[in-house]
Every structure is written in structure tokens, then in C-alpha cells.
């Protein structure tokens, strides 16, 4: 049972370019969201779903997009890359029920130069 | 809004008990959570409180009082291993998604 898989684990980007930060879960939750940690911030919610076809905004929303296909799935879209995007991004999958506990992925260390 | 504060830093000593304080003020509210993480690591789930009063798991108790805003965890028998940041999150909000705290980076001394 892998859980929450993310990737990739490290990443640099020059300015203005685009990618896609991948996350995947095995455990039929409803569930996912996306986060970036940066220091003395804590964890930030950028973007969440909780179903297939239903994303919503976060916290901090601007810069990024998402889409939920699949259940499973739940990319983050980076449309033009800055600087102050440099940060950890976690993403988070839990079961739909009200206070269930979020399990993360490893990670992604993200640097834009 | 919403404001979720805890310590930046703490000490304590191989052995000791530590409590690690939360406070927040949240316009939505459905329980409060704690979680760990290890240096350059994924957030793990430790404990959570949806009403008033201590909950116990292992070494690991956390009490929330709804009326003042606060919680805290307390972590009894220090192990070296405990050496890491815990974070405080409410949940009740953005869909049920967590507003996390800042995080307390504690640092267990032999």
C-alpha cells in the first residue's frame, strides 16, 4: 500500500516556465488538497477537492491550478513560474468524513531561480 | 480570520515531560489536530481533540478547551527520537481542510 505518492522529489525552474507536480493515492479517499510549507509560514493550503470533477481554492490560490480527473489523482499546475513559488509543496489525501486525519506525501522541494 | 499561534522553539532533556502550546482563533471550527515532522520529512498524524478535555495515547496526551482557544500536546518520557516539529492544525474549514500553525521546533537534549 504506497499511500500518498508525489514527484518528483526535487525540482528547479527558471523563471516563467511551467510544470506539473504530480500526486497520487491508493486509498480511495474523497479528499486531496495541496499545500507549501516555507520557513516560519507553516503549512498553507493552495488548492483542494473533495471528489473527482470538484477542486476549490485554498488559502493561497494564485499562480497555481488544479484538476481532479480521478479519484487517485491530483495534479498541481505551476503556469509561469516565480521566485516567491520556491517552497516545499505536500500534498494530502484523507477520507471524507469530518475530522479524519490527513495522511501526506514526501514532499516536493521546489527551487525557481 | 484565522490565527493559529504556537512557540517557535523548545528544549527539553532525554527523560522529561514537555507540554507544547496552541492557541487559535478560527471562524470555523470541527476539531484540532496535531501532527509531527521530522527534519526535510512528511507530516505524520499524532492526536486530535474534537471536544473539550485530554485525550491519551501512549506518551502522547493532548488537551483543547473550545471557550479559550487552546490546546496543548504533552509528550511524557522524552526519547531522542522525539526531536522534531509539531504542528497544531484546526479543521473546520476551506472544506474541512486544516489551517495549520507555524509549528514548534523541539529539540531533545541528552
Known amino acids: 500500500n504506497a499511500g500518498v505518492t508525489q514527484t518528483p522529489k526535487f525540482q528547479v525552474l527558471k523563471t516563467g516556465q511551467s510544470m506539473t507536480l504530480q500526486c497520487a493515492q491508493d486509498m480511495n479517499h474523497e479528499y486531496m488538497s495541496w499545500y507549501r510549507q516555507d520557513p516560519g509560514m507553516g503549512l498553507r493550503l493552495i488548492h483542494y477537492?473533495?471528489?473527482?470533477?470538484?477542486?476549490d481554492q485554498g488559502e493561497v490560490p494564485n499562480g497555481y491550478n488544479v484538476s481532479r480527473s480521478t479519484t487517485e489523482d491530483f495534479p498541481l499546475r505551476l503556469l509561469s513560474a516565480a521566485p516567491s513559488q520556491t517552497s516545499v509543496y505536500f500534498c494530502?489525501?484523507?477520507?471524507?468524513?469530518?475530522?479524519?486525519?490527513?495522511?501526506f506525501g514526501q514532499g516536493t522541494r521546489l527551487t525557481v531561480v | 480570520g484565522q490565527n493559529i499561534d504556537q512557540p517557535t522553539e523548545m528544549t527539553a532533556t532525554e527523560g522529561a515531560i514537555v507540554q507544547i502550546n496552541c492557541t487559535y482563533q478560527?471562524?470555523?471550527?470541527?476539531?484540532l489536530f496535531w501532527y509531527q515532522q521530522h527534519a526535510g520529512e512528511a507530516p505524520t498524524f499524532l492526536s486530535y481533540?474534537?471536544?473539550?478535555g485530554l485525550e491519551e495515547k501512549g506518551r502522547f496526551s493532548s488537551f483543547l478547551s473550545r471557550s479559550k482557544g487552546y490546546s496543548y500536546l504533552l509528550l511524557k518520557e522524552l526519547q531522542m527520537k522525539d526531536s522534531a516539529s509539531y504542528l497544531c492544525?484546526?479543521?473546520?474549514?476551506?472544506?474541512?481542510?486544516?489551517?495549520f500553525g507555524p509549528g514548534t521546533r523541539l529539540s531533545v537534549l541528552p
Open positions: 481533540n474534537v471536544l473539550d
Open positions: 477537492s473533495v471528489g473527482a470533477g470538484i477542486t
Open positions: 478560527t471562524s470555523g471550527f470541527n476539531g
Open positions: 494530502a489525501s484523507r477520507r471524507g468524513q469530518i475530522n479524519t486525519e490527513a495522511f
Open positions: 492544525a484546526v479543521s473546520g474549514l476551506y472544506g474541512q481542510n486544516f489551517v
